[in-house]
């Protein structure tokens, strides 16, 4: 039976009223399909994202949660398309746990991970743990559509969950990684497949392809550069493909100028191999016709290029510009002696091959991350460093305020008292202020001049001149906020309909600077102590002890508080 317009009207405006009317007119109305996808009411309302309607839906006939369209898809699918976290949940409450091995082949996963819905992917992760090796038509799983679309969260969160998806190939004899590749992908994906699935690099194509060779094919310009500062191996920047053509042949090939140029001046290239053709990079070159570029080439070419081929070359690369990051040196070696694994040359592709050439990538890549952790932590430093300056000043300038201003004014008339604080002999209160205000003026400005004269150059002085300032201001924030309940009790009336205002204001106010403050310590206590434990596992470790002195003042910090992504100070 086709769908009642009335309904999808209802459906469509998400009008809960008159769909709750129409299905107590007729219960059928609720098994009804739509014309063009035979979609059941559960479909549309997931698809749209309206919350009070599918919960609805749910409570009159939660068997809807299973039934598929046209499509072979749920409403569980539509929820994925949609994005929408809140229905995806009700509907994964409701899911037939007998359905869930019926339906996982439908690819839950893979549509969210190809939308991007980061939040979907991970309640699906959580409901169904086994979806992140479901493959598609296609034999992509999710992994494979995250990297496709760029997605680098889903990315991180799928590597997380199962690492040895990196190493999978669908149907076209490509892995995760070839497709983030060929897509273009940001250099943050590469990060997260170095991280946590270093062998990944070391997979060919279908073709015989290395992710060098899909670089510069797809002249994604950024992945070549991020690849040629990893020691992979030293077979993988000279692999040729099946048809005995290098990176160089490619980017020759392909009209890629900048990048040959790149190849030829920051790395060890052989720029007098053959292809199954019988030619070298320049003698494709030469077949193009006469341009500035072909000229600024062949100019790079002689330079470099050695003057007879039978001998082997001997390529001196220039120095990197700043502009470019170094370039680690590649000896060439032998197609034949290529130990790379591609579909064809493997018996298992989930085994990774080439211990030595993994483990060394592995540290690479672990150095490389520690090192960009670093740097991170030193321009947060720099940043906060920046912050408490910022914040003194602030402090300073509201005292300095305060003080010339007081609370209640001051005397206007001719005399001895004209321009005297008029509460200054009526409150105690006024005292407080005057000393909280005082104090807070003075110690913001002590760190203004400290921040503002001293420049450590090491990490170690930095953090405790950091750390010290950080304290002061606390200091100085504490009487500030003292000083302003002090004048708030000053200014206000004390007759009995309002003592309770005053009482209020600072009880309120203090309680939460208090409680902040509180906070913010229990955060400091806690990262010395991972610190502190960080330290003595450090010093139980025999292997550790010779680089002890010198890695600690470097890394502590960082590394005893990585998995919390920050630390205090």
């Known amino acids: 039976m086709m769908m009642d317009e009335r309904i999808v009207d209802a459906i469509e405006k998400?009008?809960?009223?008159?769909?709750?009317?129409?299905?107590?007119?007729?219960?059928?109305?609720?098994h009804q399909r739509t014309a063009d996808s035979f979609s059941t009411v559960l479909h549309l309302a997931s698809g749209y994202g309206h919350i009070e309607m599918v919960r609805e839906i749910l409570r009159l006939c939660p068997k809807l949660v299973d039934a598929q369209n046209k499509n072979?898809?749920?409403?569980?699918?539509?929820?994925?398309?949609?994005?929408?976290?809140?229905?995806?949940?009700?509907?994964?409450?409701?899911?037939?746990?007998?359905?869930?091995?019926?339906?996982?082949?439908?690819?839950?996963?893979?549509v969210a991970a190809s939308r991007g819905h980061t939040d979907v992917v991970r309640e699906l992760l959580k409901k169904w743990p086994y979806l992140d090796g479901e493959a598609d038509d296609n034999g992509n799983s999710a992994l494979h559509h995250a990297c496709s679309e760029g997605h680098r969260q889903i990315v991180w969160m799928l590597l997380r969950h199962n690492r040895n998806l990196a190493l999978r190939y669908n149907f076209h004899g490509y892995t995760p990684l070839h497709l983030a590749v060929i897509s273009g992908c940001s250099?943050?994906?590469?990060?997260?497949?170095?991280?946590?699935?270093?062998?990944?690099?070391?997979?060919?194509?279908?073709?015989?392809?290395?992710?060098?060779?899909l670089a510069v094919r797809y002249a994604n310009s950024d992945a070549l550069v991020f690849l040629a500062n990893f020691s992979f191996s030293r077979n993988l920047l000279h692999h040729q493909d099946r048809f005995g053509n290098s990176v160089l042949h490619l980017a020759v090939a392909g009209g890629c100028h900048k990048i040959a140029e790149f190849l030829m001046r920051h790395t060890m290239l052989d720029m007098n191999i053959r292809n199954n053709a019988g030619k070298t990079a320049l003698d494709i070159l030469d077949q193009y016709e006469e341009s500035a570029e072909k000229r600024e080439l062949e100019a790079v070419f002689t330079r470099f290029l050695c003057p007879s081929s039978s001998s082997p070359p001997q390529v001196v690369p220039e120095e990197v510009p700043n502009s470019l990051p170094s370039i680690d040196s590649f000896n060439s070696v032998s197609p034949s002696e290529s130990r790379l694994s591609s579909p064809r040359a493997q018996t298992d592709p989930e085994i990774p091959l080439f211990e030595n050439e993994i483990s060394q990538l592995e540290d690479d890549s672990g150095r490389i991350l520690q090192e960009e952790a670093e740097m991170m932590q030193r321009e947060a430093l720099v940043n906060a460093r920046n912050t408490v300056i910022l914040v003194s000043v602030l402090i300073a300038t509201v005292s300095f305020g305060a003080g010339i201003a007081p609370p209640?004014?001051?005397?206007?008339?001719?005399?001895?008292?004209?321009?005297?604080?008029?509460?200054?002999?009526?409150?105690?209160?006024?005292?407080?202020?005057?000393?909280?205000?005082n104090i807070a003026l003075f110690t913001s400005l002590s760190i203004v001049v400290v921040l503002v004269s001293v420049i450590p150059f090491t990490r170690k002085s930095q953090m405790k001149l950091l750390g010290i300032a950080h304290k002061v201001m606390w200091v100085a924030v504490a009487f500030m906020a003292t000083g302003y309940g002090a004048a708030i009790w000053v200014i206000l009336p004390h007759s009995e309909g309002y003592q309770?205002?005053?009482?209020?204001?600072?009880?309120?106010?203090?309680?939460?600077?208090?409680?902040?403050?509180?906070?913010v310590g229990v955060m400091l206590m806690k990262h010395r102590q991972r610190k502190s434990e960080w330290r003595k596992g450090r010093k139980e470790s025999v292997e550790e002890k010779a680089v002890e002195s010198e890695r600690e003042s470097q890394n502590s910090d960082v590394e005893s508080a990585y998995s919390q992504g920050y630390h205090s100070y």
Not at 16 to 28: C, K
Not at 187 to 213: K, M, N
Not at 500 to 519: D, F, P
């Open 72 to 110: 072979h898809e749920t409403p569980i699918h539509e929820s994925c398309h949609n994005g929408n976290v809140k229905v995806l949940m009700l509907l994964l409450a409701a899911a037939n746990p007998k359905a869930d091995a019926e339906t996982a082949d439908q690819s839950f996963l893979h």
């Open 14 to 30: 998400n009008d809960t009223r008159t769909f709750l009317g129409l299905v107590g007119e007729n219960g059928g109305i609720l």
């Open 500 to 519: 309770w205002l005053s009482v209020v204001e600072i009880a309120v106010g203090g309680g939460s600077l208090g409680s902040i403050l509180l906070g």
């Open 187 to 213: 250099v943050s994906i590469l990060w997260e497949f170095a991280f946590s699935s270093a062998a990944s690099f070391l997979r060919l194509t279908g073709e015989d392809d290395t992710v060098f060779h």
């Open 408 to 437: 209640g004014g001051v005397y206007q008339e001719e005399g001895s008292m004209k321009g005297k604080s008029i509460m200054a002999s009526e409150s105690t209160a006024f005292k407080v202020f005057i000393m909280s205000n």
